[in-house]
């Protein structure tokens, strides 16, 4: 396989829940805007057949929006609700009575943590509370902050099997990373499940949902894989560094890389980054 971009948010299989809001440059936080060029294609999924979706961007490694694929999904309808703008938004009272997950992994958008942001672990009520009371707050006072926490990595699929929350669309059937895991010895032998198996039997099918202003540091996906990801609700922006820049964003060492694109970054730690040319920013919702 190609080496991915590098790039905002980490899909491989994910369905997106987000309050709609492209205010702020999903690779970075609160900081300056980077200078953006390009244009990721977009196309209606339903017109485009299979050999032309591998021509035109598999092979030569190249990102699209598809529209059009995710109407009759049941997360679609079970997730969000009709605003008073007739914009979906998250259902999050649905989330917290369907799927009262013992903890799900938060992260903190405004706390760092190494190369990531600091994780929590809650419960998907407490969640949701938090959600609820800092937008009330921002709402009534009319300043504030929305709430920074971003429920990230949720392996939906695998706590919740009997759910169906989304059809995979026939460009991602051929899934070589999950079809693998799937298939681990760990789920026929109850002998070799322990602790030492978690990582080498988890998937990578992923439910993320973030208020407006959550964001994901710079990253390539797990494995360098190939990834989908597919907005339920709200709008979400993406920027994209091409493979042949990406030795670009690294240290001397090689061993850590440009955590947020919109700051300033420092030239004596990442002394090539300035050489990276303008991300190509991607829209979808």
């Known amino acids: 396989r190609r080496s991915t971009s590098y790039h905002n948010q980490r899909p491989n299989s994910h369905c997106e829940v987000r309050a709609s809001s492209m205010d702020q440059m999903d690779g970075g936080g609160a900081g300056r805007r980077v200078k953006v060029v390009g244009k990721v294609e977009r196309l209606d999924g339903q017109s485009l057949t299979y050999s032309e979706f591998v021509d035109r961007f598999m092979k030569p490694n190249l990102p699209v929006v598809l529209t059009g694929l995710?109407?009759?999904?049941p997360s679609c309808e079970d997730w969000t609700f009709a605003g008073p703008d007739d914009r979906r938004r998250p259902n999050l009272p649905f989330f917290a009575q369907n799927f009262s997950s013992p903890r799900v992994q938060v992260?903190?958008?405004s706390a760092r943590e190494y190369t990531d942001h600091k994780r929590l672990e809650m419960s998907m009520q407490e969640f949701v509370d938090h959600?609820?009371?800092n937008s009330n707050t921002v709402s009534s006072s009319g300043h504030g902050e929305a709430s920074s926490?971003?429920?990230?990595?949720w392996h939906f699929v695998?706590?919740?099997?009997?759910?169906?929350?989304?059809?995979?669309?026939p460009f991602f059937v051929d899934d070589w990373l999950?079809?693998?895991?799937d298939s681990h010895p760990m789920h026929r032998?109850?002998?070799?499940?322990?602790y030492k198996n978690e990582v080498n039997c988890d998937d990578y099918r992923f439910v993320y949902i973030g208020a407006k202003g959550t964001w994901t540091p710079l990253h390539a996906d797990v494995f360098r894989s190939y990834s989908w990801s597919a907005n339920v609700c709200g709008r979400k922006l993406w920027l994209f560094l091409a493979p042949s820049q990406s030795h670009l964003i690294f240290d001397r060492n090689l061993r850590s890389s440009v955590y947020d694109i919109n700051e300033d970054v420092s030239e004596k730690q990442f002394p090539e980054f300035n050489k990276v040319p303008p991300p190509t920013p991607c829209a979808s919702w």
């Open 70 to 73: 995710t109407s009759s999904w």
């Open 107 to 109: 992260a903190d958008c």
């Open 131 to 133: 959600w609820v009371r």
């Open 149 to 153: 926490l971003y429920l990230k990595d």
């Open 158 to 169: 695998k706590e919740y099997p009997d759910y169906v929350a989304y059809t995979t669309p």
């Open 178 to 181: 999950n079809m693998y895991l």
């Open 189 to 194: 032998d109850s002998d070799i499940a322990n």
